[in-house]
């Protein structure tokens, strides 16, 4: 049957415009007069039809007519013909028609597949968002670390100002041990010029207790000067020391009856030695605290080098999982990307197939 208006009558038109223009007259030449309108079949068999009448119709001068039996047998032969074509033709509509559908099907799978891809496409994107916030909360980690570390410096630059204002109250306290010890000797000297005094008036003990002082105070000044120069014989020399504080107890407790203002000497002596007791006690405080005051230091160090290394290998974990997301969403892409090309030919084909 004729479609969209076909008819004989069209295609014996269309036939006449390409004759006049000096070209042959086939059956696409007639269908893009025609506007791309009718199908072949319908085209051929009006073709064939006016070929028919041209010939049977033909002027006697030119040509003979053909004779009634050859007529009609021409006739059946152009039926059969026509037949065949149109078997021909619903042979290759139905085979076009079933292309299409499995075409059709195979268009469907392909978007389902596209549809799966898409949602695979998305399940990367939401898992490399995830990634990023992530690696975005690793970095604030960090931040905070470095923050924390930064906070820690501030606090190891305080314990070390703290050591140092304790480094000088220790040399503010040795010097006060010196002037004390200066104050001391000092003492001493004026104790026994006093006691020189008491001993005079007494000639002969005065001469056998000025000798033993004598001696003692040379071997408490080389004791001194040896405690100054060579620290490390401190021991032996705070025997001697001891030797000698004993040895003036004894001539001390000799001269009780000839000495009376010489116990107050002797608690003013004491008061001092306590006070110097004193001094050495907040010496060692302060020797403590610098020691404790290093060890913290020395745990803060250790604690931001561990915390700075657990961060850069969390940053590493992070970064090792964004690129390997950043690899399967490639790949997704390729794929999604090759779905849709064989999509774009799948439907040029069908477009091409639909157009002949």
Same mark, same amino acid.
């Given at each position: ?44 068999r ?58 059709? @099907? *195979?268009?469907? =799978? !392909? ?5 799966? #891809? %898409? &949602? ?6 939401? /898992? $490399? ?11 604030e ?12 410096q501030?606090?190891q ?5 703290v ?82 504080? @004993? *040895?003036?107890? =004894? !001539?001390?407790?000799?001269?009780e009856? #000839? %000495? &009376? ?6 608690? /003013? $002596? ?13 010496h ?73």
């Amino acid at each position: 049957m004729a479609r969209g208006g076909i008819n004989k009558q069209r295609v014996m038109q269309a036939r006449e415009t390409l004759l006049s223009q000096g070209k042959h007259p086939s059956i696409d030449a007639v269908r893009v007069v025609l506007g791309n309108t009718g199908s072949k079949s319908t085209i051929h068999r009006y073709l064939r039809e006016i070929e028919q009448e041209l010939e049977v119709s033909q002027d006697p001068s030119g040509t003979t007519r053909l004779s009634q039996p050859l007529t009609e047998l021409v006739s059946r032969l152009a039926d059969t013909l026509q037949q065949e074509a149109r078997q021909t033709m619903e042979l290759a509509d139905q085979q076009h028609q079933q292309e299409q559908l499995a075409f059709s @099907q *195979r268009l469907g =799978d !392909l978007n389902k597949e596209n549809q799966q #891809l %898409q &949602q695979q496409l998305q399940a990367c994107q939401e /898992q $490399l968002a995830h990634t990023q916030q992530e690696r975005d909360q690793a970095l604030e980690d960090k931040q905070a670390m470095q923050q924390e570390l930064n906070t820690s410096q501030q606090h190891q630059a305080r314990l070390a100002a703290v050591e140092i204002e304790q480094q000088k109250q220790i040399e503010s306290l040795e010097e006060k041990h010196r002037h004390s010890r200066e104050a001391l000797n000092h003492y001493r000297d004026s104790v026994q010029q006093q006691r020189e005094q008491d001993i005079r008036q007494h000639e002969q003990q005065r001469q056998q207790l000025q000798v033993e002082i004598r001696a003692l105070q040379q071997t408490i000044s080389v004791q001194q000067t040896s405690l100054s120069q060579l620290n490390n014989q401190n021991g032996q020399l705070q025997a001697d020391y001891s030797h000698a504080q @004993q *040895r003036i107890t =004894d !001539l001390q407790q000799q001269l009780e009856t #000839l %000495q &009376q203002s010489s116990e107050q000497t002797t608690q /003013q $002596l004491t008061s001092t030695q306590q006070s110097y007791s004193q001094l050495q006690l907040e010496h060692d405080q302060l020797h403590n605290n610098n020691q404790q005051l290093k060890q913290e230091f020395e745990d803060q160090q250790l604690k931001a080098a561990n915390d700075s290394q657990t961060l850069s290998a969390r940053i590493d974990e992070k970064v090792s999982r964004l690129q390997q997301a950043q690899l399967e969403i490639t790949a997704l892409k390729a794929q999604v990307t090759s779905k849709d090309e064989m999509l774009e030919r799948l439907l040029d084909s069908n477009k091409k197939a639909r157009t002949e």
